[in-house]
């Protein structure tokens, strides 16, 4: 078996036992599973080899879930961000808030930065979405 010889499986069932990773059936299996993935992800520190195979299931699990409940999950990030505020009749100020400038907003709304980590978390917050469509 090719997994036993890149991981320790004493050390991934204890992670698995932990994380509980099963197909997501509700929007609250999904965020719970988005919250491990975050905790994996604010570590600072690189992931080690077990953790990095639960967060790969993890995400292919919040994908399968996300692409068949939301239209927009094939949406890249951006067109995501204009759908929802078209979506919502919002305009381009109203979201000054989340990124905390008229300048970043109109960086982000013209491509011309890409939207960080930080305004990934306060849009989903802000939208009542997954943090995945902006990543």
Do not use: C, W
């Amino acid at each position: 078996m090719a997994i036993a010889a890149t991981i320790n499986e004493s050390a991934y069932g204890k992670l698995l036992a932990r994380a509980l990773p099963r197909v997501i059936t509700s929007e609250k299996e999904n965020e719970r599973m988005i919250a491990e993935l975050e905790k994996l992800d604010t570590r600072g520190r690189a992931l080690t080899p077990e953790e990095e195979k639960l967060a790969e299931l993890m995400t292919l699990l919040v994908r399968q879930f996300e692409e068949s409940k939301y239209a927009l999950g094939h949406a890249g990030p951006l067109e995501a961000l204009r759908i929802l505020t078209e979506n919502r009749g919002l305009r381009q100020r109203d979201l000054i808030p989340v990124f905390g400038s008229s300048s970043v907003a109109s960086d982000v709304f013209n491509g011309k930065r890409s939207i960080s980590k930080a305004h990934v978390r306060k849009l989903a917050e802000y939208f009542h979405v997954p943090a995945s469509l902006f990543i």
